[in-house]
């Protein structure tokens, strides 16, 4: 059995990158609430594509055991295949959590900004209809997982809470919405199941809804399941580390 070293791994996020600023600023700010939960713990910052560091360069500037967090909300082709494989070609060993999505901590956190666009103090009415908006999946797991965040908002809301897409095929969410519509809602909103702004958040906002709630973005439950995350991929690194 390997001799337990004091050996803390670096936790590599890995956000999926927009060319939005608001974006990137948002991981920053998620990621500081991650380091100010657990000070001294090592934090790096990448993105799948488009934005700054990339994994690679973010992976190449760290040393000793990694533990990779794709801080996506559902299972796909970047969180199940594309994140690990170049993580792992990389730097052979290094683990990869699940991603972030579908989880209890992300339904509080989008109940939070729900009513934060409701003007904070303002209850949901009897009437009002709650739709999650998400940017989609073609992977049916992805799917699976959208429909399990939609379950557990609902649960939370006592109140149904179908969801539909922005970008692949499945429910589109202006249908949705119309649909809540014309079933009678007074007023139908989007909770966002989007991490940060850019374009699929910009079509959330498009759909037609009443009103439609921020990205999830740097709030403290998100950031207490990315140490989650981080804690049960970091039991994988073996005997030789120190997770926590």
Do not use: C, K, N, W
């Not at 004091?6 to 939005?20: E, F, I, K, M, N």
């Not at 970008?167 to 969410?173: K, R, S, V, W």
């Not at 439609?212 to 140490?227: E, Q």
């Amino acid at each position: 059995m390997a001799e337990l070293r004091d050996v803390h791994p670096t936790l590599l996020a890995v956000a999926h990158g927009t060319r939005d600023p608001a974006g990137a600023a948002t991981v920053r700010a998620l990621l500081d609430r991650v380091r100010a939960l657990r000070p001294g713990l090592r934090v790096a910052e990448a993105y799948a594509e488009i934005a700054a560091p990339s994994l690679e360069d973010a992976l190449r500037g760290v040393g000793g055991p990694v533990v990779a967090v794709p801080l996506m909300l559902a299972r796909g082709y970047h969180a199940l295949i594309d994140i690990p494989g170049r993580a792992e070609r990389l730097q052979p060993g290094l683990v990869t959590s699940r991603p972030l999505g579908p989880h209890g901590l992300l339904a509080t956190a989008m109940i939070d900004r729900l009513a934060a666009g409701l003007g904070g103090g303002e209850p949901l009415r009897p009437a009002d209809a709650v739709v999650l908006g998400a940017a989609g999946s073609s992977d049916p797991a992805g799917v699976a997982d959208v429909r399990a965040a939609a379950r557990m908002l609902s649960r939370r809301l006592r109140r149904p809470v179908p969801f539909g897409f922005v970008a692949a095929d499945g429910p589109p969410l202006a249908e949705v919405v119309e649909r809540r519509r014309r079933e009678g809602a007074g007023r139908v909103l989007v909770a966002s199941y989007l991490l940060a702004p850019g374009l699929f958040h910009h079509r959330i906002e498009a759909a037609g809804a009443d009103a439609a709630s921020a990205p999830i973005g740097a709030h403290d439950a998100v950031a207490r399941l990315v140490l989650h995350r981080f804690d049960e991929a970091g039991l994988r690194l073996g005997g030789a580390v120190r997770v926590a």
